[in-house]
């Protein structure tokens, strides 16, 4: 649909997220980016080369807060996409920007349910 790797990663400690990100064409340099000491609750980061990664911390699927904050995260996701195709937040477009984030949390939901 849109020119982007979107990489989620669910309760992955920084050395596993490490070990998951080698071999994309991604530096370390990048990778700094995603770890946060101590960890924080969520993050989003955009790559090179059109690489999202949607990164949550201490994920429970039963837990409403943390709903709240795979939204949060997904709609920066949705926002570095949409921004990477010029297109910039109104209300002209946000009809666009509110069906990419909802298959977003669709397609992750599918995952982790």
């Known amino acids: 649909m849109y020119p982007f790797q979107i990489m989620v990663t669910i309760n992955q400690s920084n050395k596993e997220l490490q070990k998951s990100l080698k071999g994309l064409d991604i530096t370390d340099i990048d990778v700094k980016e995603a ?3 101590p960890l924080t609750v969520g993050t989003c980061v955009m790559f090179p080369h059109n690489r999202i990664m949607l990164r949550l911390n201490e994920f429970d699927v039963t837990c409403n807060q943390c709903k709240g904050h795979l939204v949060h995260e997904a709609f920066h996701a949705t926002h570095f996409a949409m921004n990477a195709v010029g297109m910039q937040l109104s209300f002209e477009n946000d009809e666009a ?17």
């Open 35 to 37: 770890f946060s000491e």
């Open 97 to 113: 920007f509110a069906y990419l984030l909802g298959y977003l949390v669709e397609k992750i939901y599918n995952v982790i349910e």
